[in-house]
């Protein structure tokens, strides 16, 4: 997104985003199932039942097998920083 690129499947709300508005990318994956869905329809007929996101979900987990993602952040303290600095400092120096 810092690139002023489209970023497609790179986290977990399903990994789409733009430049717009940092992590507000929802509209991304509501046009993201849609077009699944359409896809999926695009061979019924009138009157055929349609597959749901429900059936698409169902079917990847019987295919796949159930997954999900785990997302835990923490806070960097400001002497991380120093840290870093000091390290950098350290390998520029020893490549001298």
């Known amino acids: 997104m810092d690139a002023g690129k489209l970023s497609i499947c790179g986290e977990e709300s ?9 992590e507000k990318d929802g509209i991304w994956a509501v046009l993201a199932w849609l077009s699944i869905i359409a896809y999926r329809n695009k061979d019924k007929k009138p ?10 979900v169902k079917e990847h987990w019987a295919t796949y097998g ?5 997302r835990y952040d923490y806070e960097v303290s400001i002497s ?17």
């Open 14 to 22: 399903f990994g789409t985003g733009s430049d717009h508005i940092r």
């Open 47 to 56: 009157g055929e039942k349609l597959l749901s996101v429900a059936d698409v």
């Open 66 to 70: 159930r997954n999900f993602f785990s």
């Open 80 to 96: 991380h920083f120093f840290v870093d600095e000091y390290i950098v400092d350290a390998l520029d120096s020893a490549m001298d």
